[in-house]
Every structure is written in C-alpha cells, then in structure tokens.
C-alpha cells in the first residue's frame, strides 16, 4: 500500500481465523492484533467476502465494527463474530472458486489498510461444501 499523507503504517501481528476448515456456513470468529504508527479517529472495520470469476463477482458484506479512535504505537485488537455465514444467492459454482476474505479498516472514507485472506472452498464427499481460510502471516 503507498502511504499517503495522514494515513497511518499498520503493523499486523497475528490473525486468528476460527473455526477453520469447517463448513462454510459455520461461525466465523476473526481476531487481528496490530499497531498503528500514528492515531486515528472514526475508525471503521468492514468485513467481506468475495468470489470472483471472469466478470462474475459477489461481494457479500459480513458486517461492521465501529471502532472509535485507535492510539499510536499501542496495541490493538479487531474482534469480528458472525454466528453463521449466510452464502445464500450465491452460485455454488462461483463459491467453488478461490474467493478473499476481506478486513478493511477506515477512518472516516479513508482506506487504511486491507487485509486479504485467501479461501478456498471445497465439496466433500458427501456434497456439503467446506471453507479453509488461509492466514497471509503464515
């Protein structure tokens, strides 16, 4: 990301995606710990998931979270719940595709970081289709 004036470096220390490797419509539980290296206000965290296929793209709002003001060079945590992940009207051939997981964060209409995680989308066996979300810090 180039830095522009005003807008923070983000460090990211650890995701934590859970659970994993589940259903795809299971709970998700998304933890990002990190620091900015300058303070921001009107903080916002929007999380979604997308599916992409040759001009065919799904985006799919999971949620947000207002996060107020976030101090400088001081530890912090995103936390994000949904209890299911309602893929409901979206083609399960584009859901077999690779898709992301976005966390983006705001201060005010301002981007400040995007964070993608990779997911794979699979059918087992008995045709109940499964997520596995890839952590890009690993």
């Given at each position: 990301?180039?830095?522009?004036?005003?807008?923070?470096?983000?460090?990211?220390?650890?995701?934590?995606?859970?659970?994993?490797?589940?259903?795809?419509?299971?709970?998700?539980d998304?933890?990002?710990?990190?620091?900015?290296?300058?303070?921001?206000?009107?903080?916002?965290?929007?999380?979604?998931?997308?599916?992409?296929?040759?001009?065919?793209r799904?985006?799919?709002?999971?949620?947000k979270?207002?996060?107020?003001?976030?101090?400088?060079?001081?530890?912090?945590?995103?936390?994000?719940?949904?209890?299911?992940?309602?893929?409901?009207?979206?083609r399960?051939?584009?859901l077999?595709n690779?898709?992301?997981?976005?966390?983006?964060?705001?201060?005010g209409?301002?981007?400040?970081?995007?964070?993608?995680?990779?997911?794979?989308?699979?059918?087992?066996?008995?045709?109940?289709?499964?997520?596995?979300?890839?952590?890009?810090?690993?």
């Amino acid at each position: 990301m180039a830095e522009a004036e005003g807008v923070p470096n983000v460090d990211v220390s650890s995701i934590a995606v859970s659970p994993n490797q589940c259903a795809i419509e299971a709970e998700l539980d998304l933890k990002i710990d990190f620091t900015l290296d300058k303070a921001i206000s009107n903080s916002v965290w929007e999380i979604k998931y997308i599916v992409d296929y040759t001009n065919k793209r799904k985006e799919l709002v999971m949620g947000k979270v207002e996060a107020g003001d976030y101090a400088a060079n001081t530890p912090h945590q995103l936390q994000f719940n949904v209890p299911t992940v309602d893929v409901t009207g979206i083609r399960e051939s584009l859901l077999l595709n690779v898709g992301l997981l976005l966390a983006v964060l705001y201060t005010g209409e301002e981007e400040v970081i995007q964070i993608s995680m990779m997911t794979q989308v699979t059918k087992t066996f008995d045709g109940k289709l499964h997520r596995n979300i890839f952590n890009p810090l690993e």
